[in-house]
């Protein structure tokens, strides 16, 4: 009887291919390895490697390639409402040409929406130029917003011929009114209801003169409106508010008595009309 031959006879044996297994179970996604990123891929198919790349520039402190920050905090220069807060009764800033806010707020909105004046929008309906008494400190005008829109009267400039003064007026809703005046203590003006104050630097001439409204310097800005007198308004307007009328040059004296110091006039309130 022949003897099988011994494994290491020098026979070669076919090589055993291992089964094919296949798994036929749902692709689950396994837990990232410790340190790996661990985001969910929510683009589905999106490589790994496109999403991080997709995420670059969406963070806030991202720093760009020359080493500058991106800024990532809201703008914060929306127009502000009119704070109301008297940041000094009897102390006129504008004596030096800066603008002071009196205690009133304008009645407007939170600012959006607001658009800068343009000519025919701002107009001075009243002016006090010849004060009872004294004129230091009493001369004020009226403003009132003749549009549809609210106002922002933050570049807002007051000039008298002679000298100009920027005034802040914050935002003027359709058909507001606003006094500015030479002094905001009413112990001083005459017990005008002051919103904002230009000081003396502007000073109204009993015998002609003209104040201007604009946006920006008078010089180089944008002219809103005008008031013009080329002569002393007489008698009948002494101690009286001008009120203005709607043809160039045409006046009515206030007869409406306001304050403690004699004066006449409806500051911060509707005139009565002025005809021909």
């Known amino acids: 009887m022949r003897e099988p031959p011994a494994p290491d006879a020098g026979i070669d044996l076919p090589a055993m291919t291992p089964p094919v297994v296949v798994d036929a179970r749902p692709d689950v996604r396994q837990p990232p390895e410790p340190g790996a ?59 030096a040409g800066a603008s002071e806010t009196g205690p009133f707020e304008a009645d407007a909105s939170d600012g959006i929406g ?23 400190n009493r001369e004020w005008i009226e403003i009132a917003n003749v ?55 502007i000073s109204l001439n009993n015998g002609g003169d003209s104040v201007s409204l604009c946006l920006g310097p008078c010089t180089s800005g944008a002219l809103l409106d005008q008031v013009i007198w080329t002569a002393d308004l007489g008698a009948a307007y002494d101690g009286r508010a001008a009120i203005v009328g709607p043809a160039p040059g045409l006046f ?25």
């Open 252 to 276: 009515c004296p206030a007869d409406q008595p306001y304050g403690d110091a004699g004066s006449f006039g409806s500051p911060g309130a509707v005139n009565p009309p002025c005809a021909p």
């Open 37 to 95: 990123d661990a985001r969910s891929d929510v683009a589905g198919d999106v490589p790994h490697d496109a999403a991080i790349k997709a995420d670059v520039g969406l963070k806030a402190d991202a720093v760009s390639n020359d080493g500058a920050r991106a800024d990532a905090k809201p703008d914060s220069t929306k127009p502000e409402m009119n704070a109301g807060t008297d940041s000094g009764a009897g102390f006129d800033t504008a004596e």
């Open 114 to 136: 607001a658009v800068l004046p343009a000519a025919g929008d701002l107009v001075i309906d009243e002016l006090l130029i010849n004060p009872a008494g004294t004129d230091t």
């Open 147 to 201: 549009s549809s829109v609210t106002l922002d009267l933050h570049l807002l400039h007051v000039d008298d011929a002679a000298s100009d003064v920027a005034v802040d007026a914050g935002l003027l809703a359709p058909g507001g009114l606003l006094v500015l005046g030479q002094s905001l203590d009413p112990t001083k003006n005459g017990g005008a209801p002051i919103a904002f104050s230009f000081g003396n630097v």
